[in-house]
C-alpha cells in the first residue's frame, strides 16, 4: 500500500507560477508510472503531466506541453509538477495518481490516489 500526499497548491495571478509535489509514504520502484491529474468545477477530471519512474519518460497534455514540467527525485519518492504562465483555465485541483501498468491517461490505471491540492489563477 502507499499513501500520496499533494502540496504546493495555492492562488496566483495569470502569467505566474507554482510547484506542486506529490510525496509517497515509500519509494515507487515497483510502480511504473505516476501522473497528475486535474479536474476542475463541473468538468471531468483530466491527466496533464506523465513521469515513468524508471525510464524517467514523460508526456504531457496539449494543453499544458511547454508551460509544465513533471520531474522526480533520486529516491522515487517524490514527485514535482512546475507550472509556469498559469492561466485561469488551469484553476482546478490537482491530484497525483500512482499505477503499475505503465502510464496511461485512464484514470482506470491507477490504484492510488492523493487527496488533491486546490490550483487557482485569476486573471
Known amino acids: 500500500h502507499v499513501q500520496l500526499m499533494e502540496s504546493g497548491g495555492g492562488t496566483v495571478q495569470a502569467g505566474g507560477s507554482l510547484r506542486l509535489s506529490c510525496v509517497a509514504s515509500r519509494h515507487t520502484y515497483d510502480y511504473a508510472c505516476i501522473t497528475w491529474f486535474r479536474q476542475a468545477p463541473g468538468q471531468e477530471r483530466e491527466g496533464v503531466a506523465q513521469?515513468?519512474?524508471?525510464?524517467?519518460?514523460?508526456a504531457y497534455a496539449d494543453s499544458v506541453k511547454g508551460r509544465f514540467t513533471i520531474s522526480q527525485n533520486d529516491a522515487k519518492n517524490t514527485v514535482y509538477l512546475q507550472m509556469d504562465s498559469l492561466r485561469p483555465e488551469d484553476t482546478a485541483t490537482y491530484y497525483c495518481?500512482?499505477?503499475?501498468?505503465?502510464?496511461?491517461?485512464?484514470?482506470?490505471?491507477?490504484?492510488?490516489w492523493g487527496q488533491g491540492t486546490q490550483v487557482t489563477v485569476s486573471s
Open positions: 513521469i515513468g519512474t524508471s525510464s524517467g519518460s514523460t
Open positions: 495518481a500512482l499505477s503499475k501498468f505503465g502510464c496511461s491517461w485512464s484514470q482506470r490505471a491507477y490504484t492510488y
